[in-house]
């Protein structure tokens, strides 16, 4: 059974951090590509941050210099984290996990809600 289980979100003020984790189970880790979503109420969910299997990491323009994204392939683990947070980061963060080609899988975490206000 495939588990993505994210954990990290809450409440923090305007240019506070956070750390967001997705522990992964029953998928082969290191082969999937793995990325943070979002979604804020009344809009659709965006990309955050994504890191491919090999390491390459690709980031939406409204959080770069401020989100960085990495895995532990050891640990089975992706994180995000997020420095000098607005308002406007305020959202439900899912993970998602994605093994492309012809055996293409993707899976879905249930989000965790962060947000920023003071």
């Known amino acids: 059974q495939v588990q993505l289980v994210e954990s990290g979100g809450g409440l923090v003020q305007p240019g506070g951090s956070l750390r967001l984790s997705c522990a992964a189970s029953g998928i082969s880790f290191s082969t999937y590509a793995m990325g943070w979503y979002r979604q804020a109420p009344g809009k659709q969910r965006e990309l955050v941050a994504a890191?491919?299997?090999?390491?390459?990491?690709n980031y939406a323009d409204s959080v770069k210099g401020r989100f960085t994204i990495s895995r532990d392939n050891a640990k089975n683990t992706v994180s995000l984290q997020m420095n000098s947070l607005k308002p406007e980061d305020t959202a439900v963060y899912y993970c998602k996990a994605d093994r492309p080609g012809i055996f293409a899988r993707t899976y879905w975490g249930r989000g965790t809600q962060v947000t920023v206000s003071s």
């Open positions: 890191i491919t299997s090999g390491g390459s990491t």
